[in-house]
């Protein structure tokens, strides 16, 4: 999980440094980092924690994990392609970070 958090904080970095550097161009740069998201990925996040946490399932993982985010459930992919489209919108603010 460590692997992870260190490519956001790159990804968020570069796309920071992008949005300044572009913007005289009018070009918007937006970044979508989600957190914890049902799916074959976090299966396998779980998977790999489970041993390094001591725990023996992956529900034991992810009800962990779930404390640790501010809606106290996993996001649904849905949700992350939602917030996709819309910052790929028109109706998007500038200048605004989303988390």
Do not use: H, W
Not at 44 to 67: H, I, K, N
């Amino acid at each position: 999980m460590d692997d992870c958090i260190t490519v956001k904080a790159g990804l968020l970095a570069f796309s920071r440094n992008m949005a300044i550097e572009l913007a005289p161009d009018n070009i918007l740069v937006n970044t979508v980092c989600p957190r914890f998201i049902n799916g074959p990925m976090q299966d396998g996040l779980a998977d790999g924690a489970m041993p390094r946490l001591g725990m023996q399932s992956r529900q034991e993982v992810r009800d962990f994990l779930t404390q640790y985010n501010l809606i106290k459930r996993f996001g649904e992919p849905e949700e992350v392609a939602a917030i996709v489209v819309f910052l790929a919108s028109s109706r998007v603010i500038r200048d605004r970070e989303y988390l």
